[in-house]
Protein backbone atom coordinates (compact mmCIF):
# COMPACT_ATOMS: atom_id res chain seq x y z
CA UNK A 1 0.00 0.00 0.00
CA UNK A 2 2.85 2.54 0.24
CA UNK A 3 3.95 1.84 -3.75
CA UNK A 4 2.31 5.02 -4.23
CA UNK A 5 4.74 7.46 -2.02
CA UNK A 6 7.64 5.40 -3.40
CA UNK A 7 6.24 5.86 -6.62
CA UNK A 8 6.21 9.30 -6.52
CA UNK A 9 9.70 9.71 -4.88
CA UNK A 10 10.85 7.73 -7.83
CA UNK A 11 9.27 9.97 -10.48
CA UNK A 12 10.76 12.97 -8.22
CA UNK A 13 13.99 11.94 -8.74
CA UNK A 14 13.35 11.13 -12.08
CA UNK A 15 12.38 14.75 -13.07
CA UNK A 16 15.61 15.87 -10.63
CA UNK A 17 18.08 14.16 -13.21
CA UNK A 18 15.99 15.39 -16.14
CA UNK A 19 16.29 18.67 -15.13
CA UNK A 20 20.19 18.09 -14.37
CA UNK A 21 20.71 16.95 -17.33
CA UNK A 22 19.11 19.16 -19.66
CA UNK A 23 16.78 16.71 -21.00
CA UNK A 24 13.60 17.74 -22.18
CA UNK A 25 11.64 14.75 -22.15
CA UNK A 26 11.72 11.48 -20.14
CA UNK A 27 11.38 8.59 -22.87
CA UNK A 28 12.16 4.97 -20.40
CA UNK A 29 12.24 4.64 -16.70
CA UNK A 30 13.98 0.98 -15.93
CA UNK A 31 13.52 -0.02 -12.38
CA UNK A 32 14.55 -3.35 -10.62
CA UNK A 33 12.19 -5.40 -8.01
CA UNK A 34 13.02 -7.93 -6.01
CA UNK A 35 10.48 -10.19 -4.10
CA UNK A 36 12.01 -8.91 -0.58
CA UNK A 37 11.51 -5.40 -1.64
CA UNK A 38 8.16 -4.85 0.39
CA UNK A 39 6.41 -3.53 -3.40
CA UNK A 40 4.38 -5.49 -5.92
CA UNK A 41 5.59 -4.82 -9.13
CA UNK A 42 1.40 -4.88 -10.31
CA UNK A 43 1.04 -1.78 -7.98
CA UNK A 44 3.87 -0.47 -8.89
CA UNK A 45 2.68 -0.12 -12.18
CA UNK A 46 -0.77 1.15 -11.28
CA UNK A 47 1.28 3.47 -9.21
CA UNK A 48 3.17 4.41 -12.12
CA UNK A 49 0.33 5.11 -14.69
CA UNK A 50 -1.66 7.60 -11.87
CA UNK A 51 1.54 9.54 -10.88
CA UNK A 52 3.06 9.99 -14.03
CA UNK A 53 0.78 12.77 -15.95
CA UNK A 54 0.96 14.53 -12.21
CA UNK A 55 4.36 14.44 -11.98
CA UNK A 56 4.67 16.18 -15.82
CA UNK A 57 6.44 13.03 -17.31
CA UNK A 58 3.85 11.48 -19.31
CA UNK A 59 4.86 10.02 -21.81
CA UNK A 60 7.48 7.78 -19.88
CA UNK A 61 7.82 4.17 -20.38
CA UNK A 62 8.45 2.06 -17.54
CA UNK A 63 10.21 -0.84 -17.66
CA UNK A 64 10.42 -3.22 -14.62
CA UNK A 65 12.91 -6.12 -14.15
CA UNK A 66 11.60 -8.80 -11.61
CA UNK A 67 14.68 -10.21 -9.84
CA UNK A 68 15.28 -13.39 -8.04
CA UNK A 69 16.47 -12.69 -3.95
CA UNK A 70 19.96 -14.19 -3.75
CA UNK A 71 22.20 -15.23 -0.82
CA UNK A 72 25.86 -15.70 0.25
CA UNK A 73 26.08 -18.40 2.68
CA UNK A 74 28.13 -17.23 5.83
CA UNK A 75 29.23 -20.59 6.21
CA UNK A 76 30.14 -21.82 2.85
CA UNK A 77 30.46 -18.97 0.79
CA UNK A 78 27.95 -20.11 -1.57
CA UNK A 79 25.96 -18.26 -3.46
CA UNK A 80 22.51 -19.31 -4.52
CA UNK A 81 18.98 -18.14 -5.02
CA UNK A 82 16.36 -18.33 -2.60
CA UNK A 83 13.07 -19.62 -3.40
CA UNK A 84 9.59 -19.15 -1.24
CA UNK A 85 11.43 -17.07 1.23
CA UNK A 86 13.55 -20.32 2.48
CA UNK A 87 16.18 -18.42 3.99
CA UNK A 88 18.90 -21.83 4.04
CA UNK A 89 21.77 -22.58 2.26
CA UNK A 90 20.95 -24.80 -0.91
CA UNK A 91 24.77 -26.70 -0.37
CA UNK A 92 25.03 -27.02 3.30
CA UNK A 93 21.89 -25.91 4.44
CA UNK A 94 23.27 -23.55 6.98
CA UNK A 95 21.02 -20.39 7.60
CA UNK A 96 23.66 -18.11 8.71
CA UNK A 97 23.05 -16.68 5.02
CA UNK A 98 23.53 -12.63 3.68
CA UNK A 99 20.89 -11.84 1.45
CA UNK A 100 23.06 -10.05 -1.40
CA UNK A 101 19.91 -9.30 -3.78
CA UNK A 102 16.81 -8.85 -4.60
CA UNK A 103 15.79 -7.50 -1.16
CA UNK A 104 15.01 -3.90 -3.12
CA UNK A 105 13.27 -1.30 -5.01
CA UNK A 106 16.26 0.01 -7.54
CA UNK A 107 16.27 2.94 -9.83
CA UNK A 108 18.78 1.39 -12.67
CA UNK A 109 18.46 3.85 -15.66
CA UNK A 110 16.53 6.68 -17.25
CA UNK A 111 16.53 7.37 -20.94
CA UNK A 112 16.55 11.22 -21.60
CA UNK A 113 15.45 12.67 -24.81
CA UNK A 114 17.78 15.82 -25.40
CA UNK A 115 17.94 18.71 -28.11
CA UNK A 116 20.80 18.77 -29.13
CA UNK A 117 20.36 22.49 -30.61
CA UNK A 118 19.68 23.66 -27.66
CA UNK A 119 22.38 21.66 -25.89
CA UNK A 120 24.45 22.98 -28.82
CA UNK A 121 23.42 27.21 -27.72
CA UNK A 122 23.98 26.60 -24.34
CA UNK A 123 27.25 25.05 -24.66
CA UNK A 124 28.28 27.97 -26.64
CA UNK A 125 26.93 30.40 -24.01
CA UNK A 126 28.43 28.78 -21.10
CA UNK A 127 31.78 28.39 -23.76
CA UNK A 128 31.47 32.36 -24.34
CA UNK A 129 30.92 33.73 -20.48
CA UNK A 130 33.88 31.11 -19.63
CA UNK A 131 35.81 32.97 -21.93
CA UNK A 132 34.54 36.43 -20.61
CA UNK A 133 35.64 35.82 -16.96
CA UNK A 134 38.92 34.64 -17.93
CA UNK B 1 12.56 24.50 -38.08
CA UNK B 2 12.89 21.11 -37.06
CA UNK B 3 14.72 20.35 -33.84
CA UNK B 4 17.15 17.46 -33.70
CA UNK B 5 16.55 15.21 -30.71
CA UNK B 6 18.64 12.65 -29.10
CA UNK B 7 18.63 9.76 -26.44
CA UNK B 8 20.68 8.90 -24.00
CA UNK B 9 20.46 6.83 -20.85
CA UNK B 10 21.76 7.82 -17.61
CA UNK B 11 22.98 4.60 -15.26
CA UNK B 12 21.34 5.67 -11.68
CA UNK B 13 21.56 1.84 -10.51
CA UNK B 14 20.49 2.42 -6.35
CA UNK B 15 18.11 2.21 -3.95
CA UNK B 16 14.71 4.34 -4.89
CA UNK B 17 15.26 4.99 -0.77
CA UNK B 18 19.13 5.44 -0.54
CA UNK B 19 18.42 8.93 -0.33
CA UNK B 20 16.33 8.39 3.10
CA UNK B 21 18.66 5.36 4.10
CA UNK B 22 21.64 7.77 4.20
CA UNK B 23 19.81 10.15 6.65
CA UNK B 24 18.62 7.37 8.52
CA UNK B 25 22.10 5.96 9.42
CA UNK B 26 23.86 9.87 9.82
CA UNK B 27 20.78 9.91 12.20
CA UNK B 28 21.25 6.26 13.78
CA UNK B 29 25.03 7.45 14.50
CA UNK B 30 24.11 10.80 16.00
CA UNK B 31 21.37 8.60 18.55
CA UNK B 32 24.35 6.86 19.58
CA UNK B 33 26.73 9.36 20.31
CA UNK B 34 24.26 10.77 22.44
CA UNK B 35 23.62 7.62 24.25
CA UNK B 36 20.19 7.12 23.10
CA UNK B 37 19.23 3.52 22.43
CA UNK B 38 16.35 3.79 19.26
CA UNK B 39 13.97 1.14 19.02
CA UNK B 40 11.50 0.62 16.28
CA UNK B 41 8.53 -1.18 17.89
CA UNK B 42 6.09 -2.98 14.96
CA UNK B 43 3.40 -5.29 14.97
CA UNK B 44 -0.61 -6.14 13.76
CA UNK B 45 -2.69 -3.87 14.82
CA UNK B 46 -3.99 -4.80 18.40
CA UNK B 47 -0.66 -7.00 19.24
CA UNK B 48 -0.09 -4.69 22.26
CA UNK B 49 3.01 -2.19 21.13
CA UNK B 50 1.12 0.90 23.46
CA UNK B 51 0.75 -1.44 26.62
CA UNK B 52 4.39 -3.03 26.42
CA UNK B 53 5.63 0.39 26.04
CA UNK B 54 3.19 1.20 29.24
CA UNK B 55 4.71 -2.06 31.11
CA UNK B 56 8.32 -1.30 30.24
CA UNK B 57 7.52 2.38 31.65
CA UNK B 58 5.97 1.28 34.97
CA UNK B 59 9.05 -1.45 35.77
CA UNK B 60 11.70 1.26 35.16
CA UNK B 61 9.63 3.71 37.46
CA UNK B 62 11.77 6.64 36.02
CA UNK B 63 15.20 4.30 36.70
CA UNK B 64 15.74 5.21 32.98
CA UNK B 65 15.01 8.15 30.45
CA UNK B 66 12.97 7.29 27.86
CA UNK B 67 11.05 8.74 25.36
CA UNK B 68 8.02 7.65 22.72
CA UNK B 69 7.09 8.48 19.56
CA UNK B 70 4.00 7.29 18.52
CA UNK B 71 2.24 6.90 15.27
CA UNK B 72 -1.27 6.23 13.76
CA UNK B 73 -3.96 7.05 11.54
CA UNK B 74 -5.45 9.36 13.37
CA UNK B 75 -6.32 10.60 17.43
CA UNK B 76 -4.18 10.74 20.00
CA UNK B 77 -4.95 8.21 21.73
CA UNK B 78 -1.92 6.08 22.16
CA UNK B 79 -0.01 9.10 23.18
CA UNK B 80 -2.41 9.61 25.86
CA UNK B 81 -2.26 6.57 27.63
CA UNK B 82 1.89 6.90 27.57
CA UNK B 83 1.78 10.60 28.63
CA UNK B 84 1.43 9.59 32.51
CA UNK B 85 4.80 8.17 32.33
CA UNK B 86 6.61 9.22 29.95
CA UNK B 87 7.47 12.33 27.06
CA UNK B 88 5.54 11.53 24.08
CA UNK B 89 4.53 12.78 20.90
CA UNK B 90 1.93 11.47 18.51
CA UNK B 91 3.03 11.38 14.98
CA UNK B 92 -0.54 11.09 12.94
CA UNK B 93 -0.23 9.85 9.42
CA UNK B 94 -3.26 10.85 8.42
CA UNK B 95 -3.45 8.07 5.97
CA UNK B 96 -0.28 6.54 5.19
CA UNK B 97 0.10 3.07 6.41
CA UNK B 98 3.90 3.18 7.42
CA UNK B 99 6.33 5.76 9.36
CA UNK B 100 9.31 7.30 7.56
CA UNK B 101 12.08 8.97 8.48
CA UNK B 102 10.98 12.13 7.94
CA UNK B 103 7.81 12.14 10.03
CA UNK B 104 9.99 11.11 12.80
CA UNK B 105 12.36 13.69 12.35
CA UNK B 106 9.23 16.52 12.86
CA UNK B 107 8.44 14.59 15.99
CA UNK B 108 11.56 14.58 17.40
CA UNK B 109 11.71 18.58 16.98
CA UNK B 110 8.83 18.35 19.44
CA UNK B 111 9.85 16.34 22.21
CA UNK B 112 11.92 17.87 24.78
CA UNK B 113 15.84 17.58 23.62
CA UNK B 114 17.02 15.36 26.10
CA UNK B 115 19.81 12.74 25.89
CA UNK B 116 17.26 10.00 26.78
CA UNK B 117 18.22 6.83 26.99
CA UNK B 118 15.90 4.88 25.17
CA UNK B 119 13.45 6.11 22.19
CA UNK B 120 10.77 3.64 21.16
CA UNK B 121 9.17 4.70 18.09
CA UNK B 122 5.50 2.60 18.41
CA UNK B 123 4.80 2.24 14.14
CA UNK B 124 1.56 1.95 12.88
CA UNK B 125 -0.20 -1.71 12.94
CA UNK B 126 1.19 -3.13 9.78
CA UNK B 127 3.43 -5.90 9.16
CA UNK B 128 4.03 -4.85 5.60
CA UNK B 129 4.69 -1.48 4.53
CA UNK B 130 7.10 -0.74 7.80
CA UNK B 131 9.66 -3.48 7.22
CA UNK B 132 10.67 -0.90 4.49
CA UNK B 133 11.34 2.08 6.20
CA UNK B 134 14.25 2.63 8.76
CA UNK B 135 13.74 4.79 11.10
CA UNK B 136 17.45 5.42 12.40
CA UNK B 137 16.59 2.35 15.02
CA UNK B 138 19.38 0.07 16.26
CA UNK B 139 16.90 -2.31 16.97
CA UNK B 140 13.39 -3.24 15.78
CA UNK B 141 11.14 -5.69 17.65
CA UNK B 142 8.60 -7.40 15.97
CA UNK B 143 5.36 -7.91 18.59
CA UNK B 144 3.23 -10.95 17.66
CA UNK B 145 0.38 -11.46 20.32
CA UNK B 146 -1.53 -15.10 21.12
CA UNK B 147 -4.42 -14.32 19.74
CA UNK B 148 -2.65 -13.85 16.28
CA UNK B 149 -2.17 -17.20 14.46
CA UNK B 150 1.36 -18.69 15.29
CA UNK B 151 2.15 -19.38 11.68
CA UNK B 152 2.34 -15.67 10.86
CA UNK B 153 6.31 -14.64 10.70
CA UNK B 154 6.37 -17.12 7.23
CA UNK B 155 3.58 -15.06 5.66
CA UNK B 156 5.49 -11.98 6.63
CA UNK B 157 9.33 -12.96 5.63
CA UNK B 158 10.33 -9.50 5.49
CA UNK B 159 9.32 -8.00 8.54
CA UNK B 160 10.51 -10.92 10.30
CA UNK B 161 13.87 -10.75 8.60
CA UNK B 162 14.56 -7.19 9.54
CA UNK B 163 13.94 -7.57 12.99
CA UNK B 164 16.47 -8.45 15.91
CA UNK B 165 14.26 -9.69 18.30
CA UNK B 166 10.23 -10.63 18.61
CA UNK B 167 8.07 -10.56 21.95
CA UNK B 168 4.72 -12.98 22.28
CA UNK B 169 2.47 -10.85 24.24
CA UNK B 170 -0.84 -11.70 25.90
CA UNK B 171 0.98 -14.84 27.04
CA UNK B 172 -1.64 -14.81 30.28
CA UNK B 173 -4.25 -15.67 27.04
CA UNK B 174 -2.23 -18.88 26.13
CA UNK B 175 -4.40 -21.00 27.82
CA UNK B 176 -7.02 -20.31 26.20
CA UNK B 177 -6.35 -19.60 22.56
CA UNK B 178 -4.38 -22.26 20.29
CA UNK B 179 -1.38 -20.50 20.47
CA UNK B 180 1.94 -22.05 20.03
CA UNK B 181 5.12 -19.78 21.39
CA UNK B 182 7.52 -22.77 20.32
CA UNK B 183 5.69 -23.20 16.96
CA UNK B 184 5.79 -19.16 15.97
CA UNK B 185 9.42 -18.98 16.95
CA UNK B 186 10.62 -21.70 15.18
CA UNK B 187 8.69 -20.24 12.35
CA UNK B 188 10.15 -16.73 12.69
CA UNK B 189 14.11 -18.30 13.61
CA UNK B 190 13.72 -20.27 9.91
CA UNK B 191 13.53 -16.66 8.67
CA UNK B 192 15.86 -14.98 10.82
CA UNK B 193 17.86 -17.60 13.03
CA UNK B 194 19.31 -14.58 15.48
CA UNK B 195 16.07 -14.12 16.81
CA UNK B 196 15.89 -13.07 20.40
CA UNK B 197 12.81 -13.95 21.98
CA UNK B 198 10.52 -12.75 24.89
CA UNK B 199 7.24 -13.81 25.86
CA UNK B 200 5.31 -11.37 28.24
CA UNK B 201 1.74 -10.15 29.72
CA UNK B 202 2.38 -6.40 30.07
CA UNK B 203 -1.12 -6.44 31.96
CA UNK B 204 0.79 -8.73 35.04
CA UNK B 205 3.90 -7.29 34.05
CA UNK B 206 5.16 -11.31 33.51
CA UNK B 207 8.23 -11.18 31.73
CA UNK B 208 8.45 -7.73 31.41
CA UNK B 209 11.96 -7.62 33.40
CA UNK B 210 13.99 -10.18 31.12
CA UNK B 211 12.60 -7.87 28.33
CA UNK B 212 13.79 -4.45 29.72
CA UNK B 213 17.50 -6.47 30.80
CA UNK B 214 17.89 -7.47 27.47
CA UNK B 215 16.85 -3.76 26.24
CA UNK B 216 19.31 -2.94 28.83
CA UNK B 217 22.57 -4.93 27.53
CA UNK B 218 21.68 -3.97 23.94
CA UNK B 219 22.12 -0.34 25.00
CA UNK B 220 25.45 -0.71 26.68
CA UNK B 221 26.56 -2.54 23.56
CA UNK B 222 25.42 0.00 21.52
CA UNK B 223 28.11 1.86 23.98
CA UNK B 224 30.46 -0.03 23.99
CA UNK B 225 30.98 -1.12 20.24
CA UNK B 226 28.51 1.92 18.54
CA UNK B 227 30.15 0.53 15.08
CA UNK B 228 29.03 -2.92 15.68
CA UNK B 229 25.62 -2.24 16.53
CA UNK B 230 24.90 0.35 13.56
CA UNK B 231 26.20 -2.48 11.35
CA UNK B 232 24.16 -4.52 12.38
CA UNK B 233 20.86 -2.44 12.07
CA UNK B 234 21.63 -1.50 8.40
CA UNK B 235 22.67 -5.26 7.34
Given at each position: MHELSLVRSLLRQVERLRRQHGGIAVETIEVEIGPLSGVEPLLVREAFDALVVEESLAGAELVIHNVPLTARCLNCCADFELTEFDFCCTSCESRSIKITGGDEFRLLTVSLQSDLEAEETAKQISGKSAGART | MTTTTSTRTIAVNQDIQAQKKRRAAELRTSFAER???VVNLVSSPGAGKTSLLEATAKYWQGRRSMAVLVGDLATERDAERLRPFV????????????????????????????????????????????ASHDLAEHLRVVLMSTTEGDDK??????????????????????????????????????????????????????????????????????????????????K
Open positions: - | GTFPVEQLTTGGACHLELSLVERGLERLPDEDYEFLFIENIGNLVCPPGKYPKMFRTSGAVVVSKSDLLPHVPFSVDAALADARLIQPDLRAFTVCSLSGEGIGDWCDYLDDARQRMLTSPQQVIEHAE
